[in-house]
């Protein structure tokens, strides 16, 4: 005998003051995807660069500094707490750009690309000053597949290679089996080919648990349905780790199922034909075809505000070849996403409304790694 089992309370997804809570206590403390190293103002591939990115309303900086090492610090100046680049929330952060150092532009305290204080002006004299005691204050940052990943657990000082190694295997961890999963998959190289952004009036909750069910996609996705039968099952019997077939004949993420473009080399023959997918918590989802990978990455803001990055990924040689067109993908994945984030808009409405208190999983959905499992031991809470 099977039950439908409780989804979490309306108040996790609309009530602001529960939003501040869990974004300081989970979603600060989670290893955060902030996109591919080389696109979405990061391009920190090269030494001696700086990017301003954002976590869930935290403003950081993202450097390569004169040795190549990867580093990421709070946007606040040592000394009076101004952003050391300002940047007002409510406006894209700047573009990347080269850098030699960090001059905060209120009294002219300037730090070195590794976080080092090197010049804080009229402090000569004072004798029990210590530059080494006035670093940027940093967070760990690690890469996994051509993405980085923020953690804003403080490391002060600044992290040793040995604290640096036990960073990345945190990161491994929280990755969990996914990676040996999509481990065939070139991820490391591939390269953006389109990108598709949306802003999306949704608790980004609402879109974890959209994507990590197919119970919707008979009524939702009837395009989708077509070329992944499987899906209008409404998500029982799908055997994700040997990939989701596609129908006879197709064997990619586009309207008609193929692509002139070849499959990635490597690939074992099911995923040569069929689809995968994976949700990273907490903010990375991956669709994962033979020629392309769709990447969702999710910036939450407020309760019910997601701006969502859609790149897909495609092989290098494949974007440098004379005539590359990704528009039969991403004609496909747009469409695709407008009817998810239309009907996640929709349950963040139906949420608000005094008629809902708490929502309910079927047996076909509590088989995937509902929200639930993952939220409440981050937040110390009982399931409802």
Same mark, same amino acid.
């Given at each position: 005998?099977?039950?439908?089992?409780?989804?979490?309370?309306?108040?996790?997804?609309?009530?602001?003051?529960?939003?501040?809570?869990?974004?300081?206590?989970?979603?600060?403390?989670?290893?955060?995807?902030?996109?591919?190293?080389?696109?979405?103002?990061?391009?920190?591939?090269?030494?001696?660069?700086?990017?301003?990115?954002?976590?869930?309303?935290?403003?950081?900086?993202?450097?390569?500094?004169?040795?190549?090492?990867?580093?990421?610090?709070?946007?606040?100046?040592?000394?009076?707490?101004?952003?050391?680049?300002?940047?007002?929330?409510?406006?894209?952060?700047?573009?990347?750009?080269?850098?030699?150092?960090?001059?905060?532009?209120?009294?002219? %305290? &300037?730090?070195?690309?590794? /976080?080092?204080?090197? @010049? +804080? #002006?009229?402090?000569?004299?004072?004798? *029990?000053?210590?530059?080494?005691?006035?670093?940027?204050?940093?967070?760990?940052?690690?890469?996994?597949?051509?993405?980085?990943?923020?953690?804003?657990?403080?490391?002060?000082?600044?992290?040793?290679?040995?604290?640096?190694?036990?960073?990345?295997?945190?990161?491994?961890?929280?990755?969990?089996?996914?990676?040996?999963?999509?481990?065939?998959?070139?991820?490391?190289?591939?390269?953006?080919?389109?990108?598709?952004?949306?802003?999306?009036?949704?608790?980004?909750?609402?879109?974890?648990?959209?994507?990590?069910?197919?119970?919707?996609?008979?009524?939702?996705?009837?395009?989708?349905?077509?070329?992944?039968?499987?899906?209008?099952?409404?998500?029982?019997?799908?055997?994700?780790?040997?990939?989701?077939?596609?129908?006879?004949?197709? %064997? &990619?993420?586009?309207?008609? /199922?193929?692509?002139? @473009? +070849? #499959?990635?080399?490597?690939?074992?023959? *099911?995923?040569?034909?069929?689809?995968?997918?994976?949700?990273?918590?907490?903010?990375?989802?991956?669709?994962?075809?033979?020629?392309?990978?769709?990447?969702?990455?999710?910036?939450?803001?407020?309760?019910?505000?997601?701006?969502?990055?859609?790149?897909?990924?495609?092989?290098?040689?494949?974007?440098?070849?004379?005539?590359?067109?990704?528009?039969?993908?991403?004609?496909?994945?747009?469409?695709?996403?407008?009817?998810?984030?239309?009907?996640?808009?929709?349950?963040?409405?139906?949420?608000?409304?005094?008629?809902?208190?708490?929502?309910?999983?079927?047996?076909?959905?509590?088989?995937?790694?509902?929200?639930?499992?993952?939220?409440?031991?981050?937040?110390?809470?009982?399931?409802?």
């Amino acid at each position: 005998m099977v039950s439908l089992q409780a989804a979490l309370p309306a108040s996790f997804y609309i009530d602001e003051a529960h939003w501040r809570r869990e974004r300081d206590a989970v979603l600060h403390g989670e290893w955060f995807c902030v996109g591919r190293l080389s696109t979405h103002g990061l391009a920190v591939g090269a030494d001696q660069r700086l990017a301003v990115v954002n976590v869930a309303g935290e403003s950081l900086l993202v450097t390569r500094d004169g040795d190549g090492r990867l580093r990421a610090f709070f946007n606040v100046c040592r000394h009076r707490g101004s952003q050391v680049v300002p940047v007002d929330p409510a406006l894209d952060p700047p573009a990347p750009c080269g850098a030699a150092a960090l001059r905060c532009p209120y009294h002219s %305290w &300037t730090y070195d690309l590794d /976080g080092r204080l090197l @010049r +804080a #002006p009229h402090t000569e004299d004072v004798s *029990d000053f210590e530059p080494a005691d006035f670093g940027l204050k940093s967070v760990s940052a690690e890469t996994w597949g051509g993405f980085l990943f923020l953690r804003l657990v403080p490391e002060w000082p600044a992290p040793s290679s040995a604290s640096s190694a036990s960073s990345a295997s945190g990161l491994l961890e929280s990755l969990g089996a996914a990676t040996e999963r999509i481990s065939r998959y070139p991820l490391d190289s591939l390269t953006v080919g389109a990108t598709l952004t949306y802003d999306v009036r949704a608790n980004y909750k609402v879109i974890l648990e959209n994507y990590n069910e197919c119970y919707h996609c008979a009524g939702v996705h009837p395009e989708l349905v077509r070329l992944v039968p499987a899906f209008g099952r409404g998500g029982t019997g799908l055997d994700w780790e040997s990939g989701i077939p596609h129908r006879a004949g197709a %064997w &990619t993420f586009t309207a008609s /199922g193929t692509s002139a @473009r +070849a #499959p990635f080399p490597g690939l074992d023959a *099911d995923e040569q034909v069929r689809h995968k997918g994976e949700l990273l918590y907490p903010n990375l989802l991956l669709s994962l075809s033979a020629d392309h990978v769709a990447a969702f990455t999710l910036f939450p803001s407020a309760a019910g505000e997601t701006r969502i990055i859609c790149d897909l990924l495609f092989a290098p040689d494949e974007v440098a070849r004379d005539g590359f067109d990704p528009s039969d993908a991403a004609d496909f994945w747009h469409l695709v996403n407008q009817q998810d984030w239309a009907i996640c808009e929709s349950v963040q409405r139906g949420m608000s409304s005094r008629g809902f208190t708490q929502g309910w999983f079927a047996p076909m959905e509590d088989a995937s790694l509902d929200i639930r499992r993952w939220l409440l031991p981050r937040l110390g809470s009982a399931a409802p």
